[in-house]
């Protein structure tokens, strides 16, 4: 079972693919110019537990985004590798 949880709380070094965006034509405008849309593949790779800027990697770049908008982007994590 895949979870979908949003942008903000995912942890350091999940990855997850973009599910949905929970905003109007402006956000989704926004957020598609640095290359997040739905079928976008990110990684966390911050994990501050105030509500700063949340920083991912997405398109072979790293990007920091607000805590805000990171809440309305819907993640639906990848499963995790067992080591085995």
Do not use: W
């Not at 979908?4 to 110019?33: D, F, W």
Request: glycine share 14%; with cysteine; aromatic share 4%.
């Amino acid at each position: 079972m895949n979870q979908v949880i949003n942008l903000a709380i995912m942890e350091k070094g999940q990855i997850g693919t973009v599910a949905g965006i929970r905003g109007g034509g402006n956000l989704r405008l926004k957020l598609a110019s640095l290359g997040i849309h739905t079928g976008s593949k990110v990684t966390k790779s911050s994990n501050i537990f105030t509500r700063g800027p949340v920083v991912i990697y997405v398109g072979g770049m790293e990007i920091a985004i607000g805590y805000k908008m990171a809440c309305k982007i819907l993640i639906k994590l990848h499963p995790v590798e067992s080591d085995r």
